[in-house]
């Protein structure tokens, strides 16, 4: 793994983890997606947590100097995706996760292991 997409990976788990996400869960999709490499996923219990959430990742982004190249969502905070580059983070309300439930979409994608 790229050592600057690792530090990268593990500062957004660390950013959502700080803010409470819930279900932190990093799908590696290297050799499956030209979309990514990482999908960080979360969820959040309310409107509030979730645009916390997404305002630590995009900070830890800015602090890193890995320009957001996009946010979709953050107006209703129910799926907000944070394009990263090489990490996506989709930071879900947690009725929405269990509606959409990523990780079943990508099984393909092995499971990260975060510290």
Known sequence: MNQSVDTLLQAVVKAADDKKAHNITVLDLKGISLIADYFVICHGNSDTQVQAIVSEIRKVADSFGVRVKGV???????????????????????????????ERLWSDARIVETV
Not at 74 to 92: E, S, T
């Open 72 to 102: 979709e969502g953050a107006d209703k905070a129910r799926w907000v995706l944070v394009d990263l580059g090489d990490v996506v983070a989709h930071v879900f309300h947690r009725d929405e996760r269990e509606y959409y439930n990523l």
